[in-house]
């Protein structure tokens, strides 16, 4: 499903996604840059995944298509090779909540700091 707009916001700390019949769904930029789907957050294997501290204040430097499945977005912090499918988009928008508390709980644990 390729969704019929990606918006970012005037301050780039938040991209709304629309798909068909679904209502638009806000993903912040800060989530967006923490899930990327990059071998560099995800590593290989599920064991070499990272978690990324220190992103609270990232924001959406541009978004790049990539041919009609995806969109490279590229984070003012230089990050800029994760390739988010519309899949993926669409599966953040639905699990984004569940995933930002995984998330705040690994940074929690490591003793990391979102700052």
Do not use: C
């Not at 990327?36 to 995944?49: I, L």
């Amino acid at each position: 499903m390729t969704p019929t707009e990606l918006r970012v916001s005037k301050d780039r700390r938040l991209l709304t996604v629309t798909f068909p019949d679904h209502d638009p769904m806000p993903i912040t930029a800060e989530l967006l840059r923490v899930v990327s789907p990059s071998a560099e957050v995800q590593g290989h294997s599920p064991e070499q995944r990272v978690t990324v501290p220190g992103k609270r204040n990232v924001a959406i430097a541009r978004i790049e298509p990539v041919g009609n499945y995806a969109a490279r977005i590229i984070f003012d912090d230089g990050h800029d090779t994760g390739i988010y499918t519309w899949t993926y988009l669409h599966d953040l928008g639905h699990d984004g909540e569940e995933r930002w508390q995984a998330y705040l709980a690994e940074l929690a644990g490591k003793g990391l700091s979102r700052d």
